[in-house]
């Protein structure tokens, strides 16, 4: 029988440890430090890089795109039509009193139409999906990466980008201005609601007034935002569960994290298209 | 078993040492920030055998599995995958390769949205697009019956038991065919029965798939029945090789601790 084989490991240890450490533990510590957001910037824009190549790759994921659509666009709905109808609701509650002072009440639901088509509709929506939809993906796959079931995808020669994060940021990207669509309906008819409960005024008479305050150009800037604003939830919720660190608690963290950054980020992108639309209109 | 027949074993180790190599592992070094985790690593799986990569936690054992099917980079040294550098290709040819290991991971890595059957077809419906709904039942149904599970295809990953998940995880390997078993500590966290269970599955796995197996382990009930061979590592560096007869017999303390 052959003889076992013991290779010395005092020697290769020493060999070893006189390699190894060439910069102190403070410097390294202060450089990753400073390296530290600059990284995450990085991996970011590597993470979008990866998924533009793969979103016009061949075999896009269609079934698990519907199943996203249908998780991200149908589950939110009764959320977003109660909070679409509080909206409209408490919007014109509020309004009214001052609106009355200059004599304008007539122009309630103008005021409203417009308030909810260009700015209140999309942004709440667009932070009530963050938390829901956000988060949901943050934990989702988050958990998918400390169970290591997307590392099985990868093993298995399928492109977990592909599969997982590019069905999920289309699907968000495409929901999300619908979403804000049956937000804008519902707060149109909270607002009537609102309306009615010191006046009475028929639906009718409501829309008619609310849509002959509303142009293509109050419309148009604030769709194209909602569709950025379905990208950064989609882009920052899969980003964060995919890069979860390992652990339970990274579920968590990589959830809490998609959530504040994507809210973050919605706002400064609506600040940024708001800008951009009144320096173009 | 294999480890009471020691003539048996000494020709399954001559045997392999003429065998076609499969995997060839060359000075693999790996680290996490200053944490060195493999320093210098070389190993060889050939043809048709068992190697059965042994230590202690944190010795290493997942991360150098991991390295083999690039799910980890390593930082240097060179791993020959079938025929082809791991390090150097990418995208297709990567998945290529893949496409030929199979890997039952440590917490079997089922995808909990899936049912078992969904779960098996997965792979088969992304890389053999040619197959019809007839052969993919087909086959589901034959990688449950080789795991003794043929009942489960409508249930849940969260429904099974832990022996159960493993078998479900290696039928999801063995379902495209693959050349080489990659097994990251198969037997973690089963009682025994259910242990020995699975590490006679391995056997029977490699015999009908004619696969060859890395099996990551630390449990010396696995290692004990499947083993043709075995590599022990410890604080990065590859410390023993030999068959399972030549470490039951070595007087080193650190084996010896394993083996007593």
């Not at chain 2, 795991?147 to 379902?175: H, Q, T, Y």
Request: glycine residues 8%.
């Amino acid at each position: 029988m052959k003889k076992l084989k013991i290779i010395n490991l005092k020697k290769v240890q020493n060999i070893a440890t006189a390699r190894s450490i060439k910069l102190s533990e403070d410097t390294l510590d202060q450089k990753e430090r400073a390296n530290g957001f600059l990284q995450e910037v990085g991996d970011m824009a590597l993470f979008i890089k990866q998924l533009f190549k793969e979103t016009f790759s061949r075999n896009f994921e269609f079934k698990e795109f519907l199943r996203q659509c249908y998780e991200i666009g149908n589950k939110s709905l009764p959320l977003i039509i109660i909070t679409g109808t509080i909206m409209g609701l408490v919007l014109t509650i509020q309004s009214r009193p001052a609106m009355a002072k200059f004599g304008a009440v007539t122009m309630l639901p103008g005021m409203v139409a417009v308030s909810l088509i260009r700015e209140i509709g999309p942004i709440i929506t667009a932070l009530i999906c963050a938390g829901k939809i956000g988060s949901g993906m943050g934990a989702e796959l988050g958990s998918m990466k400390v169970t290591e079931q997307i590392d099985a995808m990868e093993v298995s020669a399928t492109n977990p980008i592909r599969y997982l994060v590019v069905t999920r940021v289309l699907a968000a990207t495409l929901m999300l201005p619908i979403l804000v669509l049956f937000a804008d309906a519902f707060g149109f008819i909270g607002s009537w609601i609102g309306v009615n409960i010191k006046g009475d005024v028929s639906l009718v008479l409501y829309i008619f007034q609310a849509f002959g305050s509303i142009t293509f150009l109050d419309f148009f800037p604030a769709l194209v935002k909602t569709f950025l604003f379905g990208a950064v939830i989609g882009i920052v919720g899969c980003y964060k569960g995919f890069t979860a660190g390992r652990g339970t608690e990274s579920v968590g963290k990589a959830a809490n994290a998609a959530v504040v950054l994507s809210s973050l980020l919605i706002i400064i992108v609506d600040m940024i298209a708001v800008q951009i639309t009144d320096m173009l209109l | 078993m294999k480890n009471t027949q020691e003539g048996s074993l000494e020709n399954i180790s001559e045997d392999k040492e003429t065998a076609e190599t499969l995997v060839e592992i060359k000075n693999l070094k790996k680290s996490f920030g200053r944490l060195e985790v493999l320093k210098d690593i070389s190993l060889k799986l050939r043809n048709g055998e068992n190697l059965v990569v042994l230590g202690k936690s944190g010795s290493g054992k997942s991360v150098l599995i991991k390295c083999i099917v690039r799910l980890l980079n390593p930082d240097g040294g060179t791993i020959n995958l079938l025929g082809e550098n791991v390090g150097s290709i990418k995208g297709k040819k990567l998945s290529e390769v893949r496409k030929k290991i199979g890997f039952l991971f440590q917490s079997g890595a089922l995808y909990d949205s899936m049912t078992v059957k969904q779960n098996l077809e997965f792979p088969l419906r992304r890389i053999k697009r040619d197959l019809n709904e007839q052969e993919i039942d087909e086959k589901v149904k034959e990688v449950l019956d080789n795991v003794g599970l043929p009942n489960a295809l409508k249930s849940m990953p969260s429904e099974l038991s832990g022996g159960m998940r493993k078998r479900i995880s290696l039928a999801r390997s063995i379902i495209l065919d693959p050349v080489i078993m990659l097994y990251d500590e198969p037997t973690t966290g089963l009682d025994p029965v259910t242990s020995d269970e699975i590490s006679e599955l391995i056997n029977s796995v490699q015999k009908k798939y004619k696969t060859s197996s890395i099996i990551i382990t630390h449990d010396i009930a696995c290692v004990r029945i499947t083993a043709d061979r075995i590599i022990m590592l410890h604080k990065g560096y590859v410390y023993a090789e030999g068959t399972l007869a030549e470490f039951e017999k070595s007087d080193d303390p650190l084996i010896m601790s394993f083996f007593k």
